[in-house]
């Protein structure tokens, strides 16, 4: 059974532009939460999706979105990129209250 | 508000002696309780979790936690440590159950001298 996979494992970007990221869940889970990792502290919560839909969101910006598709997969869409979303982004999927955490797309902006 | 500490940013222990990180949170109910380890440039990696009963759980890799309520803390233990535990350890709280939201401290980055 394969556990959470992310894409891309590194992405160079520079300020102003657009990056999607994307996510696998482990197989039989239907929820996806996405986090924020800045170098030093630990994952913010940006957001949940489970059926499709936003169910949750944290204290981020509306530059920040997300798509769940049919098949649980989903993506994080990040615009107008800024220095301070230089971070490790980490998908985790669900089954009950226990998250399996991918290991993450590291996100650098320039 | 919703909020879990780690007081200890850094902890240096030397190989083979006993280790506790703590974490506390806030709120009155009994949320649900994770610590995670996070090695350079890796993933979260789950060492144990508490829903309920018995307040004592036991890890992978040796590791057990305490789940106490009266102190609204669950630390982290290990009575021997050994070089390759040195990494960054994550407290991690869901407040509601169901949500799958979880709350992380900030991280204790153990280090461990040989």
């Known amino acids: 059974d394969a556990g959470v996979t992310q894409s891309p494992t590194h992405l160079i970007k520079t300020r102003g532009q657009q990056v999607t990221l994307r996510c696998s869940p482990k197989s039989g889970h239907d929820t996806v939460s996405w986090y924020q990792q800045a170098l030093g502290q630990g994952p913010q919560f940006i957001f949940q999706y489970y059926e499709e839909e936003e169910r949750q969101r944290g204290n981020f910006p509306d530059r920040f979105s997300g798509h769940q598709f049919p098949n649980y997969s989903s993506e994080l869409n990040v615009n107008a990129l800024l220095l301070g979303d230089s971070a490790l982004y980490l998908c985790?999927?669900?089954?009950?209250?226990?998250?399996?955490f991918g290991p993450g797309t590291r996100l650098t902006v320039l | 508000a919703q909020s879990v500490t780690q007081p200890d940013i850094h902890i240096t222990v030397s190989e083979g002696a006993s280790l506790e990180l703590r974490c506390n949170y806030s709120y009155g109910a009994t949320p649900y309780l994770f610590w995670y380890v996070q090695s350079p440039g890796q993933g979260l990696q789950l060492l144990l979790k508490?829903?309920?009963?018995?307040?004592l759980v036991q890890g992978i890799k040796g590791f057990e936690a305490e789940f106490k309520r009266s102190q609204s803390s669950f630390n982290l233990r290990k009575p021997s440590v050994h070089w390759s535990d040195a990494a960054e350890y994550f407290c991690?709280?869901?407040?509601?159950?169901?949500?799958?939201?979880?709350?992380f401290g900030t991280g204790t980055r153990l280090k461990v001298l040989a």
């Open positions: 985790a999927s669900s089954l009950m209250n226990e998250q399996f």
């Open positions: 508490y829903f309920s009963g018995d307040t």
């Open positions: 991690a709280v869901v407040f509601s159950s169901g949500t799958y939201k979880y709350i």
